[in-house]
């Protein structure tokens, strides 16, 4: 069966076969897929697809994203979407996909490649195209106190923009993988309501990404906050000091945070996220660089 089947990149007029194997496994939607090329920087060639004939029997999507490590903004691959054809699978698909996927990375001269993975299966097929595991998401209760904290968590306002944009820049700095764009605002108008601003006085020194309690998340749910230059155990106070019920709070291996959440009594409960990199010819040195969410 391996000898028929046939490997390229994305062709116009292929979205109709591709979406007959994506959509019934719930693997994407329809309307976005037919618009990929919409989002910037996009290439047919980060599309690589399988087919047995004229039927497309496997998928993988990759995009390029800037990231800050060696002193430098850099370019990246990004994984997102990897799927095989379940009456198709163990002939070696999937790897074939990706070692194309990374041989055009590659040739585009990037820094390396990241995805994340949330079975086992996927796990040792990375680990098989040589992908090591750089850190693993955690997730923990943060109860709230009544301890006065002089850092100040409020809502994000338009002329906030400019300090958060320093601030992540900072970030950068100390942590990876972060997407990075010296020219992209991550907070504007249409999303800075999921977002606070921390302050210290009338300065902004920080922010996270920071949902309310819902049907959806009854404990909501607090992200690392980007913050460059505090103790990690006055920013996770002033997060206790306003919330007035518990949070859940999402963090990674390695990141700032860790150590200081399970000294103050929070069990951090590892998820089956796990974050992947491959780095293209030296292995990046993360030395001294904490990881975060991305």
Same mark, same amino acid.
């Given at each position: 069966?391996?000898?028929?089947?046939?490997?390229?990149?994305?062709?116009?007029?292929?979205?109709?076969?591709?979406?007959?194997?994506?959509?019934?496994?719930?693997?994407?939607?329809?309307?976005?897929?037919?618009?990929?090329?919409?989002?910037?920087?996009?290439?047919?060639?980060?599309?690589?697809?399988?087919?047995?004939?004229?039927?497309?029997?496997?998928?993988?999507?990759?995009?390029?994203?800037?990231?800050?490590?060696?002193?430098?903004?850099?370019?990246?691959?990004?994984? &997102?979407?990897? @799927? %095989?054809? !379940?009456?198709?699978?163990? +002939?070696?698909?999937?790897?074939?996909?990706?070692?194309? #996927?990374?041989?055009?990375?590659?040739?585009?001269?990037?820094?390396? &490649?990241?995805? @994340? %993975?949330? !079975?086992?299966?996927?796990? +040792?097929?990375?680990?098989?195209?040589?992908?090591?595991? #750089?850190?693993?998401?955690?997730?923990?209760?943060?109860?709230?106190?009544?301890?006065?904290?002089?850092?100040?968590?409020?809502?994000?306002?338009?002329?906030?923009?400019?300090?958060?944009?320093?601030?992540?820049?900072?970030?950068?700095?100390?942590?990876?993988?972060?997407?990075?764009?010296?020219?992209?605002?991550?907070?504007?108008?249409?999303?800075?309501?999921?977002?606070?601003?921390?302050?210290?006085?009338?300065?902004?020194?920080?922010?996270?990404?920071?949902?309310?309690?819902?049907?959806?998340?009854?404990?909501?749910?607090?992200?690392?906050?980007?913050?460059?230059?505090?103790?990690?155990?006055?920013?996770?106070?002033?997060?206790?000091?306003?919330?007035?019920?518990?949070?859940?709070?999402?963090?990674?291996?390695?990141?700032?945070?860790?150590?200081?959440?399970?000294?103050?009594?929070?069990?951090?409960?590892?998820?089956?996220?796990?974050?992947?990199?491959?780095?293209?010819?030296?292995?990046?040195?993360?030395?001294?660089?904490?990881?975060?969410?991305?």
């Amino acid at each position: 069966m391996a000898n028929t089947l046939t490997f390229r990149h994305w062709q116009p007029g292929d979205d109709d076969a591709i979406l007959k194997l994506l959509v019934p496994a719930e693997q994407c939607n329809e309307y976005h897929y037919r618009r990929k090329f919409n989002r910037p920087n996009l290439e047919p060639e980060d599309i690589r697809i399988a087919l047995d004939g004229e039927r497309v029997v496997g998928h993988v999507f990759g995009t390029q994203a800037t990231l800050f490590i060696e002193g430098k903004v850099q370019d990246f691959g990004i994984v &997102s979407l990897v @799927y %095989v054809a !379940t009456d198709m699978r163990r +002939q070696g698909i999937a790897t074939r996909l990706m070692e194309d #996927l990374n041989a055009h990375f590659l040739r585009k001269g990037y820094r390396g &490649s990241i995805l @994340y %993975v949330e !079975t086992t299966e996927a796990f +040792q097929l990375y680990r098989k195209v040589g992908y090591q595991e #750089l850190t693993k998401e955690l997730r923990t209760i943060l109860k709230p106190c009544t301890i006065t904290s002089p850092l100040k968590w409020s809502d994000v306002k338009p002329d906030d923009y400019d300090d958060l944009k320093q601030v992540k820049e900072r970030w950068t700095k100390m942590n990876f993988p972060v997407f990075w764009s010296p020219n992209t605002l991550e907070i504007h108008q249409r999303n800075m309501n999921q977002y606070r601003a921390l302050r210290r006085g009338t300065n902004i020194i920080g922010y996270a990404k920071w949902d309310e309690p819902s049907e959806h998340r009854p404990n909501g749910l607090i992200c690392d906050p980007v913050v460059p230059d505090e103790d990690p155990i006055e920013i996770i106070t002033s997060v206790q000091s306003v919330v007035p019920t518990q949070r859940e709070w999402k963090t990674v291996e390695v990141s700032l945070y860790e150590d200081t959440l399970i000294s103050i009594g929070c069990k951090l409960q590892k998820e089956k996220n796990i974050d992947m990199l491959l780095s293209y010819g030296q292995e990046i040195d993360l030395t001294g660089i904490h990881r975060t969410w991305w």
